[in-house]
C-alpha cells in the first residue's frame, strides 16, 4: 500500500514539474525568437543607411557645333563671302544706273538685313553718289569714317541712333554700297557679317 502510495505522489509530482518545464521551453525560445527578430531588424536598418563615400556627379554638355563654312557670291563686277546663317533673298529691280544688287535676311532672334549694290557713278568719285551725299550733308545723324582694307578706300557711315550703316568703295567708275540695317545695337551677328563681306569684298 505504501510503495503504491509513493508511485502515486512520483506521477503526481511528474505531472505538476511538466507544465514548468514546458513553459521555461516556451519561454527560452521566446528569448530566441526576439533576439533573431533584433538582429535581422538591426541588419535591415543598416542595410538601409545611405551609403557614405564621395559622390561625384558628371554632367553632360553638348559639343559645340562647329560654325557653318561662308558663302561666296560670284558676280558680276565683284565677289565677296558672307555667313551661312543668313538667307540670301531676290532683290528688287535693278534702276537706272544700277549694275547688280544682291539681299540678305536674317529673320532668327533678332532680324536684320544686308544689303549690297553696284552702280556707275560719273566721275569716280565718293561725292558723285547720291546715297553717300545724303549722309554727308547730315553730320548730326551720321558719323563718318575712312579705312583701308585690302588696299581699297572704304568709307563707312554710321547712323548715331540705330546699328544701321553702309560702306562704300569705289573701283573704276562703279560704287559699292554695303548697308546692314534693322538690327539689335546690342546684336553682333550684323556687325560680323557686315566686316566679313568688307573684308573678302574683291573686284573683278
Avoid: C
Avoid at 564621395?54 to 563686277?77: F, L, M
Avoid at 544700277?98 to 552702280?119: C, G, H, N, P, Y
Amino acid at each position: 500500500m505504501q510503495a503504491m502510495d509513493g508511485e502515486e505522489r512520483a506521477a503526481e509530482a511528474k505531472v505538476q514539474r511538466s507544465p514548468r518545464v514546458s513553459r521555461r521551453k516556451v519561454l527560452v525560445r521566446g528569448v530566441i525568437l526576439f533576439g533573431l527578430l533584433g538582429a535581422v531588424g538591426y541588419i535591415l536598418y543598416v542595410f538601409s543607411q545611405p551609403a557614405t563615400g564621395v559622390i561625384t556627379s558628371t554632367v553632360a554638355t553638348a559639343p559645340t557645333a562647329p560654325e557653318a563654312t561662308p558663302r561666296t557670291v560670284k558676280g558680276k563686277t565683284a565677289t565677296f563671302r558672307y555667313p551661312a546663317t543668313i538667307q540670301a533673298v531676290k532683290p528688287d529691280a535693278l534702276a537706272a544706273g544700277d549694275v547688280e544688287k544682291f539681299l540678305f535676311i536674317r529673320s532668327q532672334l533678332s532680324a536684320w538685313s544686308m544689303a549690297t549694290l553696284v552702280k556707275h557713278v560719273p566721275n569716280n568719285t565718293f561725292a558723285s553718289d547720291g546715297s553717300y551725299n545724303l549722309r554727308k550733308q547730315h553730320p548730326e545723324q551720321y558719323d563718318e569714317e575712312q579705312s583701308s582694307i585690302n588696299g581699297m578706300t572704304v568709307v563707312i557711315m554710321a547712323d548715331k541712333q540705330t546699328s544701321d550703316k553702309v560702306a562704300f568703295i569705289l573701283h573704276d567708275g562703279l560704287i559699292a554700297e554695303i548697308a546692314v540695317s534693322g538690327g539689335d545695337q546690342n546684336d553682333t551677328a550684323s556687325d560680323a557679317a557686315f566686316t566679313m563681306v568688307l573684308h573678302s569684298w574683291h573686284w573683278l
